[in-house]
């Protein structure tokens, strides 16, 4: 009977390891395809200010962005670039990324907590339609000089896509993740570093608190 148990949870082990390489391939598959898609489908970036972005911003998924030559154009939105968020997600939600949370003020002075971590930073816009964001928090293996870098904002209405170059957004997470996250870290960088023209990061959606003020939520049955 043991025998019969242990034949059998090997095999879940290797049903799930096969699984697990089944979907890194086909995000790979998806990857390899997406060079093409850059040079069909570039779109203008519409212009985002500092100041729009005020207010807290809650992750819905992944975002993964194509640059084309120019850094100020970039290919969002196509079913491509669409398949493979959802590739991603699994990985991300492997790892905490998807209760990352950001708060902006006026000035572009924000608040992004990965993992339960806050990491405090600036966002000021560049005048090819990127933008620099410098991180004012230490992180573990990143130069005084990597904590600057090129990030690109995409918005539409109370949604918006925050992405940067792959490895290092895979760094600041390592920097805040347990032991245990490494090896899905490892992955994705290794799948995502060989692309120079994907850069990844998050899809968000402004929250909205439901306290407003001056509005009266009572119910209309109670009076006043």
């Not at 590739?87 to 924000?110: A, R, W």
């Not at 990965?114 to 992180?139: C, E, R, Y």
């Not at 000089?145 to 990030?151: I, N, W």
């Not at 799948?191 to 120079?196: E, G, H, K, T, W």
């Amino acid at each position: 009977m043991k025998k019969v148990a242990k034949i059998f949870v090997c095999g879940l082990a290797m049903t799930a390891v096969c699984m697990a390489s089944a979907e890194a391939q086909d995000l790979k598959d998806l990857l390899n395809g997406l060079g093409d898609v850059v040079k069909e489908t570039v779109a203008q970036n519409k212009t985002v200010t500092v100041a729009e972005l005020k207010g807290t911003w809650k992750t819905t998924g992944p975002a993964l962005v194509l640059k084309s030559g120019n850094i100020a154009q970039q290919a969002g939105g196509s079913a491509m670039t669409t398949a493979a968020e959802a590739k991603l997600k699994p990985y991300y939600k492997k790892v905490g990324l998807l209760n990352t949370s950001c708060v902006f003020d006026s000035e572009g002075n924000f608040t992004l907590t990965v993992k339960k971590a806050p990491i405090k930073g600036k966002l000021t816009a560049n005048s090819d339609g990127t933008f620099k964001m410098q991180l004012l928090s230490t992180i573990a293996g990143l130069t005084n000089d990597e904590h600057s870098m090129t990030v690109y904002v995409q918005k539409v209405g109370n949604e918006m896509s925050i992405s940067m170059d792959v490895k290092k957004l895979m760094t600041i997470v390592q920097a805040v993740a347990k032991k245990g996250d490494l090896k899905t870290i490892n992955t994705v960088t290794s799948m995502l570093s060989n692309y120079d023209h994907i850069c990844i990061g998050f899809r968000m959606k402004k929250w909205v608190s439901r306290n407003l003020v001056g509005i009266n939520f009572r119910h209309p049955n109670v009076m006043p």
